[in-house]
């Protein structure tokens, strides 16, 4: 087993060194057979166009049969093992019912046959096969060896059918296929709508794996720019080099020999150059070679050798660094409906594009909670994060589609799905238009009852927003985004000008400020938390009560910044426990006797608690006896209760706010605290979403909280229907138990109800 994992990290790294496809594919098969000692091993693809398997590599059969020999997916024990998605082990594939003899191939000498499905995503690409002459079955770590193999391969496929690299049965002109149509590409949600665009990749300063691929418009002119480049940072390495030759021994100095050699033209100079030749652009040509380098490098057994990859990538970024200063001179054109896209989607990214130009936002990295997902929310910007498999820096100028709704991507999209999503968009914006005569308007239903409708904001941009919307306060001004735009801890004044501008713009409606809550996804780059399992890790309460001295400041900038206006209401994160609550407050009491003995007219503001984790909901009732309020936090409660990361796009399908054990505990928590006649909000997910609405004042929450552009769609189902068939709704959906079907059902009863245009919009591309 030790050789196994041996030869399996060695596949790993020089698949990982390999330029395309077609040698990925052949290394792989000729790395298996000779580690298996069997006579045949054999790669076989879907084509997405023919829909058959397609022999695409092998050692061992007739090696002419490549690329010509296929099999439908309900033909031979291949397509057998396709269609069940598992593996198949057989001591003698003639005799079994499903084998067909393919006469090119020459395989009818072998006997012995183990395939496994090459899966991606829960689709299957392909099939990874091992044959051998003597009938006998594969045992049990060969098979697990083989599987091992098939999932690295995956990754790797998906990629090249991605970025078009793989050409289609009979397509052999030379010239590479067609980008794949409407292939998509599954993140979390970022920010809700959806996006008809052009790709437009952004890049960090020298962040070489983030350039993207892009022709060359002017190749004499990509040279003339690599050339200046380089002749820069030969200057800077021979600077060095005599500013350090007094304090260098001789063989340290000769280190300056080698990188003045590595960028030599017949080295890594050359190289860079025969790329832009070949029509990519100077940076992206840089970071073919680069990365090309840095692996082959990396795979090497000498330790010496491989830490000349480091070597080499210092190289690279330092050319990079000059070829993105001489770059910047230029005017960047951005498409009319640019989709901007990036490795790790930062704030200030946002800036680089005309706003009138902005129509999206992907991250390859990141979560739908991150600052850049919170101000695409407030900004109304479509946004997926988290695409992890993504291509981004194959795809300047691509045509894409961005579904905010479900955090899916459709790269090079058929017209067919284009008109569909545009016809999304119209739809969206007649919606928006009808629904702004909403504004003053109270959130009140047919036979009477009144919803006061909040909302969750974090920016100052947010203000403006959430009054021009009709909301009648803050339930949650999220108080660690000033903390996560800075390079340190902002003082206790800076806090309070901060504090203050929501205060006065909300008042004499209530501002709820929630005390710093870092931790799990969200850091400051000043304060880094490291740890395994962030998500039940040291968050929330429990960093300020662990340092009161952030705590006391915070609190101390909230009670001087509500002077005058007397409408603040502090909260408290990530409750777990009795001794949480009385500790915080023994400090929030402790920060008003300090400003009473300053001089400062101040009073204690009312305090309250989020429920976000299961043991709050259990001790809700004795939570509401302690403090003034009790607020739920949807979206934390949920992914706690279901074991769920929702930042994980792997997993977010699981990630269900209508699950019936999510119901229960939101309708459990509002019924304890009315028993102690203490008021009780949401704010998250369902709390936006107008069907989860109506459950939720069915449910008897007081307030629901909501992001500022959700809020117009609640109103307005609010105002469509009556308390008694919002009663009559959650009675029944407490009676279901799938949360798809309560979530249809939700859909179906708000088209009755003829509030249908409130809903999500049925999107193309759904399963």
């Known amino acids: 087993m030790a050789a196994m994992l041996n030869v399996l990290r060695k596949i790993v790294q020089e698949v990982s060194a390999a330029p395309d496809l077609e040698s990925v594919l052949d290394l792989t098969v000729r790395r298996i057979q000779r580690a298996m000692h069997t006579q045949v091993c054999s790669i076989y693809l879907l084509d997405t166009i023919s829909q058959r398997y397609v022999l695409m590599a092998t050692q061992g059969l007739n090696p002419e049969s490549v690329g010509v020999v296929s099999l439908s997916p309900t033909e031979g024990v291949v397509g057998l093992v396709g269609q069940r998605a598992e593996p198949i082990n057989l001591e003698d594939a003639s005799v079994h019912p499903s084998y067909i003899y393919l006469q090119s191939t020459g395989e009818e000498r072998y ?11 829960g689709e299957v690409l392909g099939v990874l096969v091992v044959q051998q002459f003597e009938r006998r079955r594969f045992d049990e770590s060969e098979e697990a060896f083989l599987i091992t193999v098939s999932a690295q391969l995956a990754g790797v496929i998906a990629h090249a059918e ?28 970022g920010a809700p709508g959806v996006a008809v665009g052009q790709v437009f990749v952004a890049t960090l300063p020298a962040d070489l794996e983030g350039v993207p691929d892009k022709p060359a418009r002017d190749i004499d002119l990509e040279l003339e720019k690599f050339t200046t480049a380089l002749e820069a940072v030969r200057n800077e390495i021979r600077e060095v080099s005599r500013m350090l030759a007094q304090r260098l021994r001789s063989d340290e100095q000769a280190l300056f020999d080698v990188y003045m050699r590595m960028l030599e033209d017949n080295a890594l100079a050359g190289q860079v150059a025969e790329r832009i030749r070949a029509g990519n652009w100077a940076q992206g040509a840089l970071r073919e070679v ?43 054109e951005f498409p009319d409906n640019t989709i901007l896209v990036a490795d790790d989607l930062s704030p200030t990214m946002l800036g680089l594009v005309p706003e009138d130009k902005l129509v999206g936002l992907v991250s390859v990295s990141g979560s739908g909670n991150s600052h850049a997902a919170i101000l695409a929310r407030s900004m109304g910007i479509p946004t997926a994060m988290g695409v992890v498999d993504l291509p981004f820096t194959r795809l300047e100028g691509r045509d894409m589609i961005l579904d905010g709704y479900t955090g899916r ?24 238009a009808g629904l702004e005569t909403l504004k003053d308007l109270p959130a009140q ?73 870092i931790g799990g996804d969200k850091s400051l780059p000043y304060f880094p938390i490291e740890e395994e399992n962030p998500f039940l890790g040291w968050r929330g309460i429990r960093v300020t009560l662990d340092h009161p001295e952030i705590f006391l400041v915070q609190v101390r900038a909230m009670l001087r910044a509500a002077q005058g206006f007397n409408n603040l209401r502090i909260m408290l994160p990530m409750v777990t426990s009795m001794h949480e609550i009385e500790e915080a407050s023994a400090q929030i009491d402790r920060a008003v006797r300090e400003l009473q003995e300053e001089g400062l007219d101040v009073e204690r503001p009312p305090v309250g608690i989020m429920v976000e984790v299961p043991a709050a909901v259990y001790l809700t009732r004795r939570f509401a006896r302690k403090v003034d309020f009790i607020s739920v936090g949807s979206n934390d409660l949920t992914q706690y209760l279901l074991a769920v990361d929702r930042n994980n796009p792997r997993v977010a399908d699981l990630y269900a706010p209508y699950h019936p054990a999510v119901l229960k505990v939101l309708h459990f928590v509002a019924q304890e605290v009315r028993k102690e006649h203490k008021p009780v909000s949401i704010c998250g997910e369902m709390a936006s979403d107008p069907g989860g609405a109506l459950l939720l004042m069915a449910m008897g929450y007081d307030v629901l909280s909501m992001n500022s552009n959700n809020l117009p769609k609640v109103k307005s189902a609010i105002r469509g229907t009556s308390l008694a068939k919002a009663n009559a709704l959650l009675q029944r959906v407490m009676r279901m138990d799938d949360a798809d079907a309560i979530h249809q059902y939700l859909r179906a009863s708000l088209k009755s109800m003829g509030l249908g245009n409130l809903t999500r919009p049925a999107l193309p591309g759904r399963d």
């Open 162 to 189: 991605a970025t078009g690299s793989i050409q289609p049965v009979g397509n052999h002109s030379g010239g590479g296929a067609p980008l794949p149509e409407d292939r998509r590409f599954s993140g979390v949600a």
């Open 290 to 332: 680069v990365d090309e380098h840095v692996r082959q490098f990396s795979s090497m057994e000498d330790p010496y050798l491989r830490e000349r990859a480091t070597d080499i990538r210092d190289l690279g970024r330092r050319v990079l660094s000059h070829l993105q200063e001489n770059a910047g001179s230029g005017e960047v």
């Open 409 to 432: 991507v459709y790269v090079n999209p058929s017209e067919d799905l284009k008109n569909a999503f545009r016809e999304i968009l119209r739809e969206e914006q007649m919606i928006a």
């Open 445 to 517: 239903t047919t036979d009477g009852y009144r919803m006061p409708l909040w909302v969750n904001t974090g920016l100052v941009s947010d203000v403006e927003r959430s009054l021009e919307r009709g909301a009648e306060g803050i339930g949650l001004y999220r108080t660690e985004i000033p903390f996560m735009t800075r390079d340190f801890f902002p003082s206790e004044q800076e806090q309070l000008k901060i504090y203050r501008r929501q205060l006065e713009a909300f008042a004499p409606r209530p501002v709820t400020m929630r005390t710093l809550d």
């Open 111 to 121: 006997h012995a046959f183990l395939g496994v499905p090459i899966i991606h995503q």
